[in-house]
């Protein structure tokens, strides 16, 4: 009787123990790993939805011997404040401690009857003697000898008009000086016309400058009487709102006449305008009213056919519990402050709509730093309040992201990523929904072109090819799993796709011709199967007799394309296409896309297919066949259910490989983030954009964190369609495995 060393026995369990705790730490450390990666890129995206927040830092009481103040604002640099009084003086003070640190007298032994304020430094008065001044404000950082900082205020006179005579007594006034160094200036007249000046610089011949002044009378018959207007920063739009709610526009391009080109009721109610402004970039209006609606408008194209701009009611914002007594725009996004006669301050974003912050108190009068960090209020008792403002992604929430949204210059609200544009004033687009279409319609090619191909190339490698066979051809395809991914798109993209360009109708019915001639030929070819001398010399080879038929197809293809785009397409299919389809042709599209992924995916769908269904035993195949059913039904009824869950496996695996792919992607598309369902346009992925936009993220703005928001989804993603597949692949596995 042999006896078992018990030594020996001790050594090997010792030595399964230490396997088991070597596995157990290695899984454990990828699973840290995996969660370690999540919580990173969603650290980094939280900040995203994060509220806005305004922080006190300062506050101190001006004195009452300095006039009613019809207006105060607050420096970039957050240290200096200033206070426009009612003669006319700019007086600056020091935040920390309320200091008088100068005093800038505009005139003296008058008072200011009207002003307009716009770019957030420059102020258009109007003196009771109906001169008018054009000021700016400005903030100089000096340097002493030991470097230490310190803030100059400056008040720099751009323009000084002379009384002029009205006609009619002139309320308020606005100027503008275009880049072209026209001179505009508007008045609103107490008979309730709006009178505009043009001083416009003439240069002859001789480089000798002259100015020549343009004055009309704008007083069209509108709905209600005009109570507020405003300029475009250039002078060349404007607009004027009524006591019935309505929103008028003119152009002003040309020097001696104002066209009326629209006229809108802001509100169904007609409550009376009371307060507008141009929102940053000069293509939309915020509008407030009496009754506290705010809302924004765009000068959109419509009409049909016939395009022509219109405006529009774009964006509706939070409302106020009274009166939109003053709006002011921030100088570098969207956004926009506006004060109430209830003394409530709202901050919102005009294009994700978002309630950024609200500040109550008894507010008069408030500023807006220009970098929009800061915000400066006057409360009933002469007391100003800093406030520092951190809000360094107004224009991301939810519906940005998700939702539709009604962008400047577009007809309709849409979904729609644009990151980035040439001038400063672009109105960023982070819809990440034509991302994920994207993703999707990208992998849903891929997976159409590689699926079949993979299953099929398994089910008769396993089942039909002769074992040496087997042994050669496995190999192959699995070696081209280790093709780089970077080759594969340099090849479908500089080699495939512009012959698929040259002949996309060849290719089109290449790809009905060789499947249908090969159904034909096996139909033909059935008697001649029966035949035990013709099946022995096939069995296994049957493979080769595809290739003539593809060769075929593939000529018979080439030849008929010609004539049938002559006869059908009028000589050009890609023009038929767009023209009466609707379909645009790109030369890198989805149907390049299928054959790159597909190149990439059909591997590992095949070789795990292959394996599911080679371990299936024997005895199975055996049985079936024993009871007459035949090689087919044999497949069809036994090897592919109870390979199930192996093959569905292989699929998503595949599938994850195709929605993680980058490089195909990137190389082989248009990277063209659109809608579109068509095979023959592009598209962009979650992979493919992180991959694009992030060497140009500023760190930590608004595109770098929405681009791991990015990353973040399609780690879900891929997370969910792989606990998915599992719980399927578990139930298909108790359903048909029984071995």
């Not at 396997?19 to 650290?43: E, F, N, P, Q, Y």
């Not at 007799?545 to 008929?560: D, E, F, H, K, Y």
């Not at 496996?649 to 993680?660: K, N, P, Q, S, Y």
């Amino acid at each position: 009787m042999y006896k078992i060393d018990k030594q020996f026995i001790r050594k090997v369990r010792r030595k399964d123990r230490i396997a088991t705790g070597v596995i157990k730490v290695g899984g454990m450390v990828i699973i840290a790993s995996v969660i370690a990666i999540l919580v990173l890129i969603v650290k980094v995206a939280f900040p995203l939805f994060m509220p806005a927040q305004a922080r006190e830092i300062g506050a101190f009481k001006i004195p009452d011997s300095a006039g009613t103040p019809i207006a105060i604002g607050i420096g970039d640099y957050q240290e200096v404040a200033y206070v426009l009084g009612e003669n006319g003086d700019f007086t600056f003070y020091n935040i920390k401690d309320g200091s008088n640190l100068i005093t800038f007298p505009m005139r003296e032994g008058s008072r200011v009857k009207g002003f307009d304020f716009y770019r957030n430094s420059i102020y258009t008065l109007l003196w009771e003697d109906h001169a008018i001044s054009v000021v700016r404000v400005d903030y100089r950082p000096l340097f002493d000898g030991a470097g230490k900082r310190s803030i100059e205020p400056l008040v720099t006179v751009l323009d000084e008009l002379t009384p002029r005579d009205y006609q009619s007594e002139p309320i308020r006034v606005a100027s503008r000086r275009s880049d072209e160094e026209r001179l505009t200036t508007a008045a609103l007249l107490k008979d309730g016309r709006i009178r505009v000046d043009h001083l416009v610089k003439v240069t002859d011949l001789f480089d000798n400058e002259t100015s020549e002044e343009y004055t009309f009378l704008i007083d069209e018959q509108i709905k209600g009487a005009i109570t507020t207007f405003v300029l475009d920063d250039q002078g060349m739009v404007l607009y004027a709102g009524t006591d019935q709610g309505s929103l008028a526009r003119w152009d002003l391009a040309d020097n001696s006449q104002a066209v009326k080109t629209d006229e809108v009721d802001v509100e169904s109610a007609g409550a009376d305008i009371s307060s507008m402004a141009m929102v940053f970039g000069e293509l939309s209006i915020a509008v407030g009213d009496m009754d506290g609606n705010l809302s924004t408008f765009s000068h959109v194209w419509t009409g049909g056919e016939q395009m022509v701009r219109k405006l529009r009611k774009t964006h509706i914002l939070r409302s106020h519990d009274g009166a939109v007594i003053h709006l002011t725009p921030s100088r570098r996004t969207k956004s926009l402050v506006s004060l109430s006669d209830q003394g409530i301050i709202h901050f919102d974003h005009m294009t994700s709509e978002n309630a950024l912050i609200r500040l109550e108190g008894n507010t008069l009068l408030f500023g807006f730093a220009g970098r929009g960090n800061g915000l400066i209020t006057l409360d009933k008792n002469n007391l100003l309040k800093v406030w520092n403002i951190d809000n360094p992604h107004p224009e991301i929430n939810l519906k940005a992201l998700f939702g539709k949204v009604w962008y400047e210059s577009y007809q309709n609200p849409e979904y729609v990523w644009q990151s980035s544009s040439g001038n400063d004033d672009f109105e960023p687009k982070f819809s990440v929904v034509p991302l994920l279409f994207g993703t999707i319609k990208g992998t849903f090619y891929a997976m159409l072109f590689a699926i079949p191909l993979s299953i099929f190339g398994a089910v008769y490698t396993s089942q039909f090819t002769t074992p040496a066979f087997k042994k050669s051809i496995k190999p192959i395809i699995e070696i081209m799993a280790s093709i780089p991914s970077v080759v594969i798109g340099f090849l479908i993209a500089l080699w495939l796709a512009p012959i698929v360009e040259r002949s996309i109708l060849a290719v089109l019915i290449c790809l009905v011709m060789v499947p249908l001639l090969y159904l034909v030929f096996m139909i033909v070819l059935q008697p001649l199967y029966k035949n035990s001398y013709f099946q022995n010399r096939c069995m296994g080879y049957e493979f080769l007799l595809l290739m003539p038929i593809i060769i075929l197809a593939t000529a018979i293809s080439i030849g008929v394309a010609p004539m049938m785009e002559s006869v059908l397409f009028g000589g050009n299919f890609k023009l038929w296409l767009y023209n009466d389809v609707g379909m645009r042709y790109d030369q890198r599209n989805c149907l390049i896309i299928a054959f790159g992924l597909g190149i990439a995916v059909i591997p590992v769908i095949f070789s795990m297919t292959e394996d599911a269904i080679s371990n299936i035993p024997h005895s199975l195949t055996a049985a079936s066949l024993a009871l007459s059913a035949s090689r087919w039904q044999t497949i069809w009824r036994v090897v592919l259910p109870s390979a199930s869950p192996g093959i569905f496996a292989a699929i998503m695996i595949g599938f994850g490989r195709a929605v993680g792919e980058t490089m195909i992607v990137l190389m082989a598309t248009g990277n063209t983030p659109i809608l579109d369902w068509s095979i023959f346009t592009g598209m962009r992925t979650l992979s493919a954009n992180i991959a694009v936009e992030i060497p140009e993220a500023p760190v930590a703005g608004t595109l770098y964190r929405v681009l791991f928001l990015c990353a973040t989804l399609l780690f879900v993603l891929t997370f969910i369609l792989n606990t998915g597949a599992e719980i399927i692949r578990e139930r298909l596995r108790k359903k048909y495995v029984r071995y």
